[in-house]
T-cell receptor
Framework: DAGITQSPRHKVTETGTPVTLRCHQT?????MYWYRQDPGHGLRLIHY???????DKGEVSDGYSVSRSKTEDFLLTLESATSSQTSVYFC??????????FGEGSRLTVL | AQKITQTQPGMFVQEKEAVTLDCTYD???????LFWYKQPSSGEMIFLIY??????QNATEGRYSLNFQKARKSANLVISASQLGDSAMYFC????????????FGSGTKLNVKP
């Protein structure tokens, strides 16, 4: 199995506080993706990376920023969390056979 | 416009019967991939089956098959001989190979298998 881990797995925070989610891979893959999952919307792409320091916006990038200073780490930051950002966040990388391989997910609750 | 459309929010099927989950997609690319994922209540995303846009035959993986109709831009998942363990959310996804390999997902179908 591809090695991809997310941290934290669960977080409760208050509106207006900054939050950073970390995705770590051991597959040395060039591409990494952050998705959020909400009922009725499926998974929506927030940001993606195609190499170290190479990132771009996805469908729902407002309120989020990312950084990729090393191949293995892709960080998702909510500068000032809002209740609308309560969601389950998935990090993913392409597998060797082409499908997307997902981390375990990070459940974020913004009160 | 939606890239992936799943029009069935929820479905029921009797155990041991076959079920079809619908998926339509929208792309102007010639080269793309279509995928189905299963998400049980535990939350992990499980890859089920893949169909390439140039594949002439429908993909099959055990009890899963993908009914690919390119002209209609549809990629329906067929599960044969449903089992109780098939109860889960199912997501259709498309990868655009000339667009940073980005994957787009549908809103999902919740399948309930009745004993």
């Amino acid at each position: 199995d591809a090695g991809i881990t997310q941290s934290p797995r669960h977080k409760v925070t208050e509106t207006g506080t900054p939050v950073t989610l970390r995705c770590h891979q051991t597959e040395n893959h060039r591409y990494m993706y952050w998705y959020r999952q909400d009922p009725g919307h499926g998974l929506r792409l927030i940001h993606y990376s195609y190499g170290v320091k190479d990132t771009d916006k996805g469908e729902v990038s407002d309120g989020y920023s990312v950084s990729r200073s090393k191949t293995e780490d892709f960080l998702l930051t909510l500068e000032s969390a809002t209740s609308s950002q309560t969601s389950v966040y998935f990090c993913a990388i392409p597998s060797n056979t082409g499908e997307l391989f997902f981390g375990e997910g990070s459940r974020l609750t913004v009160l | 416009a939606q890239k992936i459309t799943q029009t069935q929010p929820g479905m029921f099927v009797q155990e041991k019967e076959a079920v079809t989950l619908d998926c339509t997609y929208d792309t102007s690319d010639q080269s793309y991939g279509l995928f189905w994922y299963k998400q049980p209540s535990s939350g992990e995303m499980i890859f089920l089956i893949y169909q390439g846009s140039y594949d002439e035959q429908n993909a099959t993986e055990g009890r899963y098959s993908l009914n690919f109709q390119k002209a209609r831009k549809s990629a329906n998942l067929v599960i044969s001989a449903s089992q109780l363990g098939d109860s889960a959310m199912y997501f259709c996804a498309m990868r655009e190979e000339y667009n940073f390999n980005k994957f787009y997902f549908g809103s999902g179908t919740k399948l309930n298998v009745k004993p």
